[in-house]
């Protein structure tokens, strides 16, 4: 089994649905974040959480909204959202968000696309 | 603010043609640069990670470089295989936590 797995895979929602992404990561890890990733855009950083509390929000619009019930698994609650958030959105998992040389370790990601 | 700069946006090599990639960098208080390889549709896989200049790591062909500014990704002999994006990231204290920030990635395309 994968380390970091991500459910569903491909999305399609309209602007007044609410959708939830889910992740879930077997590697034993304390830290889990959320990235979206948009095409000639870098990874942005939108949410990171350290023992199941939030320690980074990267100014998201609160039309995203994070879950974190325990150390392996994150959720990304979406609502109201805009054709603009389409895109790949990325969950990894890093031993501590803390420590130095936190390597992180990702999700194949959901590709989500917004009517 | 920490800035990641990576060039060429895409490059295209004959198999076996060897090449550079390139990342600068911009941080205050580096703690540790990473590569990663990204094939289409999936998410970054870690390849390597350097934390001091002057240090190397070595993948079968891949070989990571760092110095103070920058860091290079060498392909020796490159297979069709090794066409993906590669994506180069820092890692710096931000308040309680380490961030990390990625560079835009450079689309690797080898041709049999």
């Known amino acids: 089994e994968t380390g970091v797995t991500q459910t569903p895979r491909h999305l399609v929602m309209g602007m007044t649905n609410k959708k939830s992404l889910k992740c879930e990561q077997h590697?034993?890890?304390?830290?889990m974040y959320w990235y979206k990733q948009s095409a000639k855009k870098p990874l942005e950083l939108m949410f990171v959480?350290?023992?199941?509390?939030?320690?980074e929000n990267n100014s998201v619009p609160s039309r995203f909204s994070p879950e974190c019930p325990n150390s392996s698994h994150l959720f990304l609650h979406l609502h109201t959202l805009q054709p603009e958030d389409s895109a790949l959105y990325l969950c990894?998992?890093?031993?501590?968000?803390?420590?130095?040389?936190?390597?992180?370790?990702f999700g194949a990601g959901t590709r989500l696309s917004v009517l | 603010e920490d800035q990641v700069t990576q060039s060429p946006e895409a490059l295209r090599l004959q198999e076996g043609e060897s090449s550079s990639l390139n990342c600068s960098y911009t941080?205050?208080?580096?703690?540790?640069l990473f590569w990663y390889r990204q094939d289409p549709g999936k998410g970054p896989e870690f390849l390597f990670t350097?934390?001091?200049a002057g240090e190397e790591k070595e993948k079968e062909r891949l070989k990571a470089t760092l110095t103070k500014k920058e860091s290079f990704l060498h392909i020796t002999a490159p297979k069709p295989e090794d066409s993906a994006t590669y994506l180069c990231?820092?890692?710096?204290?931000?308040?309680?936590?380490?961030?990390?920030?990625f560079g835009i990635g450079t689309k690797l395309q080898v041709i049999p």
């Open positions: 990894a998992s890093s031993q501590s968000d803390r420590l130095a040389k936190n390597i992180q370790y």
């Open positions: 590697l034993g890890h304390n830290a």
């Open positions: 959480y350290s023992l199941e509390e939030r320690v």
């Open positions: 941080v205050s208080g580096l703690r540790g």
């Open positions: 350097l934390y001091s």
């Open positions: 990231a820092v890692q710096a204290r931000s308040g309680g936590y380490q961030k990390v920030t």
